[in-house]
């Protein structure tokens, strides 16, 4: 498991709590959208920057990346492009922001 470390934002400077966040992906030229729900990362109190720590990016590119290459190889689509959802379950937060490395909310 990913642990988020105290940090401040590189945008405004401003203070970075632990969150789980969604992101929608879409890709130009392919109708395809997925969206991922529950990922960990650090968002600026202020400005709402978001931090995703590389593994866990890497991670989720590896889920999403196949499904929107197996969408644009397909010459003929019998259906319309679906709505795609990966929803990794609800972590409490000491599992991905321990009181050593994060301060209390």
Do not use: W
Not at 65 to 74: G, H, L, M, R, S
């Amino acid at each position: 498991m990913i642990s988020l470390k105290k940090r401040s934002c590189p945008e405004c400077h401003g203070e970075m709590q632990p969150r789980l966040i969604n992101l929608l992906y879409k890709r130009e030229n392919c109708e395809l959208e997925a969206e991922v729900i529950g990922i960990p990362a650090n968002v600026c109190t202020t400005c709402y920057y978001r931090i995703i720590p590389g593994t866990i990016a890497k991670y989720i590119d590896s889920l999403v990346d196949p499904i929107f290459a197996a969408e644009t190889a397909q010459r003929e689509n019998p259906l319309p492009a679906p709505h795609i959802g990966i929803q990794f379950p609800a972590l409490e937060r000491d599992l991905y922001c321990p009181e050593s490395t994060c301060s209390a909310e």
